[in-house]
């Protein structure tokens, strides 16, 4: 069955940098596109950008170009979102979302478990 | 980019029925999907684009759309549905993804 695995919860200064990683399992890796979707604490969702992991193609949101990096690690299938320079209200949880494509329409079917980064100095 | 705009808020008594909506631009270019996220978890997909309900997801969901809105019904609503839900879109360009604000369905 498809599994994206995050990893654990990260507590950062602010300036500092972060990254977080998502495993996926299940299914071909390269055959389709990560999101990164983060959350604020009582917030709604907020799409920060994807990646093509057969490509390496990304595309971020303008609110975080030059800010995060998204990668991939095709041979253990992996995939990364570097967010430096934090500050606190990047405090969230950060999600990865595999996306399905269908015919000019796009989902996310599956996500990971989160993973809930904290700024604080 | 597009906004996509929920109501916050949304009430139903239980086994009534309850309607979500979704109105953005872009919707008339691109289909809208929707998440159910329930209080500390991970959100899910519970209607896919082209109103396709995915499977495991009780076929009391159903989608619609018309125009610039896209709408979530719930028909017979019950205590586990109560969770926010968000709908998700691409912008104009189709590189970008939009999410609605989310509307919190409460059941009573």
């Known amino acids: 069955q498809v599994q994206l695995v995050q990893s654990g919860a990260e507590m950062m200064k602010p300036g500092a940098s972060v990254r977080v990683s998502c495993k996926a399992s299940?299914?071909?890796?390269?055959?389709?596109?990560i999101h990164w979707v983060r959350q604020a604490p009582r917030q709604g969702l907020e799409w920060m950008g994807w990646?093509?992991?057969?490509?390496?193609?990304?595309k971020y949101a303008q609110k975080f170009q030059g800010r995060v990096t998204m990668s991939r690690d095709t041979s253990i299938s992996t995939a990364y979102m570097e967010l430096r320079s934090l500050r606190s209200d990047d405090t969230a949880v950060y999600f990865c979302a595999r996306e399905v494509v269908n015919s000019s329409s796009w989902e996310y079917d599956h996500w990971g478990q989160g993973t809930l980064v904290t700024v604080s100095s | 980019s597009s906004e996509l705009t929920q109501d916050p808020v949304v009430s139903v008594a239980l086994g009534q029925t309850a309607k979500i909506t979704c109105q953005g631009d872009?919707?008339?270019?691109?289909?809208a999907s929707w998440y159910q996220q329930r209080p500390g978890q991970a959100p899910i997909l519970v209607m896919a684009a082209k109103n396709k309900r995915p499977s495991g997801i009780p076929d009391r969901f159903s989608g619609s759309f018309s125009g610039d809105r896209a709408s979530l019904t719930i028909t017979g609503a019950q205590a586990e549905d109560e969770a926010d839900y968000y709908c998700?879109?691409?912008?104009?360009?189709?590189?970008?993804?939009?999410f609605g604000g989310g509307t919190k369905l409460t059941v009573l």
């Open positions: 299940g299914y071909t890796f390269t055959g389709h596109d």
């Open positions: 872009s919707l008339t270019t691109y289909y």
């Open positions: 990646i093509n992991p057969n490509s390496g193609d990304t």
């Open positions: 998700y879109s691409r912008d104009r360009t189709g590189d970008h993804v939009v």
